[in-house]
């Protein structure tokens, strides 16, 4: 396993046995009870709200100090800040909780006991 292939599972994310069958469903990011390729039991994995957890910390970390400065430096009404950052922050969980959900399973997957 490198940092490459993992990047593509991520990015790509599928069973993290065989790297073949889907890891969600079609349009969703639930995990699908077993693998269709190889009959991985991947229904098992219960990561909770971890995913989430971690795109508040990173979220926390980037887009505030963004919003504080964009107050800083353009001054804009609040309803602006509204929509803008609204909007930033659904596309950024679009595209980011997958890849972070893939990424925790896949750690998961690697390091279980038995
Ligand atoms: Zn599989």
């Known amino acids: ?12 994310p599928r069973c993290p046995v065989c790297r073949k069958g889907r890891l969600f469903r079609p349009h ?5 009870p077993r693998c269709a390729e190889c009959d991985a039991d991947l229904g098992a994995h219960d990561i909770g709200d971890g995913a989430s957890v971690f795109l508040i910390f990173f979220f926390g970390i980037t887009i505030i100090p963004l919003a504080w400065w964009f107050e800083n430096a353009v001054h804009p009404p609040l309803w602006l800040h509204g929509i803008l950052w609204l909007a930033v ?11 972070v959900k893939a990424y925790i399973i896949m750690l998961e997957w690697r390091h279980r006991k038995g």
């Open 28 to 32: 969703s990011i639930t995990v699908v």
């Open 1 to 12: 396993m490198s940092v490459f292939s993992d990047i593509k599972f991520c990015l790509k």
């Open 89 to 99: 922050m659904l596309g950024a969980i679009a595209l980011l909780l997958p890849v």
